[in-house]
Nanobody, 126 residues
């Protein structure tokens, strides 16, 4: 069974850091673009960051640029999101995702990602 399993979420004070991990099982995603999205209560799911197959290309939303870093370790079949200088507005459920229909390229929009994790809650207190 193909799965993406997120971990590393939790409660942190503003200004703190968290590192999210996304473990992949069931197949290899080593050639596929992957990303992180988030969804806050009452809001639409939004892109946080994406990366190409080897981490050589990355893209960040303006709201997290300079604070978050996306990376991947294909040998460990794991995607990461390092989140620094967290703000209360970063509070959301964070989802890991992969676009299995694209090899080597980049993917930026939610409908083009076809495999999703269950999400991990990140709460930032003020």
């Amino acid at each position: 069974q193909v799965e993406l399993v997120e971990s590393g979420g939790g409660l942190v004070q503003a200004g703190g850091s968290l590192r999210l991990s996304c473990a992949t099982t069931g197949r290899t995603f080593s050639l596929n673009p992957m990303g992180w999205f988030r969804q806050a209560p009452g809001k639409e799911r939004e892109l946080v960051a994406t990366t190409n197959w080897n981490g050589g290309a990355t893209y960040y939303s303006d709201s997290v640029k300079g604070r978050f870093t996306i990376s991947r370790d294909n040998a460990k079949a794991t995607l990461y999101l390092q989140m620094n200088s967290l703000k209360p507005e970063d509070t959301a459920i964070y989802y890991c995702t992969a676009d299995t229909r694209t090899n080597y390229g980049m993917t930026y929009v939610a409908p083009e990602f076809d495999v999703w994790g269950q999400g991990t809650q990140v709460t930032v207190s003020s």
